[in-house]
């Protein structure tokens, strides 16, 4: 069974640490995704990546970065977190063909205090 | 500008009714795919439905159904003999591009079943 796990389910930082979020697939997708999700904003897009070590900003990337430096996993990396960063973050993954559903992990609820 | 506007933020539906959800979306390109997703309250993202812009017929899946109206630009989602189920928030989402890479999702709607 297709497989996009996500290290931690909850999470809880403090202001100004930096954050590691990660994220491993199991089908050899080419394309791994990072979004965030809140309430009334749907799914807003971060980071993708489409090659090992590839990447390309998504519409809110600010105070975000990312590391693919294996095709499985994929790093959402916080520099310096901040109270609005808290959201729940979902990672995905899809095969590079048009038709392709997005697969995605089961989400990691970051809280910043 | 929103690429993906779903207006209905929440609704309720009688069970065994049907519901439409309705999607518009904005591109300049020819070639894109329009994607339902389901989140129940579980969390886990469940995909529905897929209409690609050069599919001929409207999509369907079980009583899931695309209504593609594409000088409209509109992607709506019709459930049939709604279920308790059916409770979920509901998200349309668009890839631009032949291939592409890039799914950009709508702000989503709630739906509530009432028994």
């Known amino acids: 069974d297709v497989k996009v796990t996500q290290s931690s389910r909850y999470l809880v930082k403090r202001t100004g640490e930096k954050v590691f979020l990660e994220c491993v697939q199991d089908?050899?997708?080419?394309?791994m995704f990072w979004y965030r999700q809140d309430p009334g904003l749907g799914l807003r897009l971060i980071y993708f990546s489409y090659d090992v070590k590839m990447k390309e900003k998504g519409d809110i990337p600010e105070g975000y970065s990312v590391s693919r430096e294996k095709k499985e996993r994929f790093s959402l990396i916080l520099e310096s977190a901040s109270t609005n960063q808290t959201s729940m973050y979902l990672c995905?993954?899809?095969?590079?063909?048009?038709?392709?559903?997005?697969?995605f992990g089961s989400g990691t609820q970051l809280s910043v205090l | 500008a929103q690429k993906i506007t779903q207006t209905q933020p929440g609704m309720f539906v009688q069970e065994k009714e049907a519901v439409t959800l309705d999607c518009t979306y904005d591109?300049?390109?020819?070639?894109?795919?329009l994607f339902w997703y389901k989140q129940p309250s579980s969390g886990e993202m469940i995909f529905l439905i897929y209409?690609?812009?050069?599919?001929?017929q409207n999509a369907t899946e079980g009583r899931y159904s695309l209504n593609f109206q594409k000088a409209r630009k509109s992607a709506n989602l019709v459930i049939s003999a709604s279920q308790l189920g059916d409770s979920a928030m509901y998200f349309c989402?668009?890839?631009?591009?032949?291939?592409?890479?890039?799914?950009?999702f709508g702000g989503g709607t709630r739906v509530l079943v009432k028994p």
């Open positions: 209409q690609g812009s050069y599919d001929e």
């Open positions: 989402a668009m890839r631009e591009g032949a291939a592409g890479n890039k799914l950009t």
């Open positions: 995905a993954s899809r095969a590079w063909v048009a038709n392709e559903k997005l697969f």
């Open positions: 089908m050899d997708h080419e394309n």
């Open positions: 591109t300049s390109d020819q070639s894109y795919g």
